[in-house]
């Protein structure tokens, strides 16, 4: 994708999944691949920053005899993915016109060739 995506979005991203659900940061990153190019490498300063926001919590479960990290999001969180989501759909609409059209949206356009 040509598009840099920025760390609000990344943020956004991360909450959105862990609002799904409690999970890791390998699994959160397997979710995210789904639809954007990030590595670990990328997600773990964002988990970082999002638990200092106190936008989720981590805990640590057993697993193979080792312990593993758990994030679960916090409802400060829940009230920032919200956030996020209202200014996602104003920044989408935004851009959507300015490369489609400010009719880009409308349903029955017929392109200008009347």
Do not use: H
Not at 4 to 23: N, P, V, Y
Not at 54 to 74: A, E, K, L, M, V
Not at 87 to 107: F, H, V
Request: a neutral charge; hydrophobic letters at 30%; charged letters at 30%.
């Amino acid at each position: 994708m040509a598009f840099k995506i920025e760390s609000s979005l990344l943020d956004a991203c991360a909450l959105a999944i862990l609002k799904r659900g409690d999970t890791y940061g390998y699994e959160i990153t397997q979710e995210m691949k789904k639809s954007i190019v990030v590595s670990e490498s990328t997600l773990y300063p964002v988990l970082r920053r999002l638990q200092k926001e106190q936008f989720c919590r981590t805990y640590d479960q057993p697993y193979q005899g080792r312990n593993r990290r758990y994030y679960s999001i916090t409802e400060k969180g829940i009230a920032q993915l919200s956030d996020y989501l209202r200014q996602w759909r104003e920044y989408r609409t935004a851009i959507e016109t300015l490369l489609e059209g400010p009719n880009s949206n409308d349903k029955g356009r017929d392109d200008g060739n009347e």
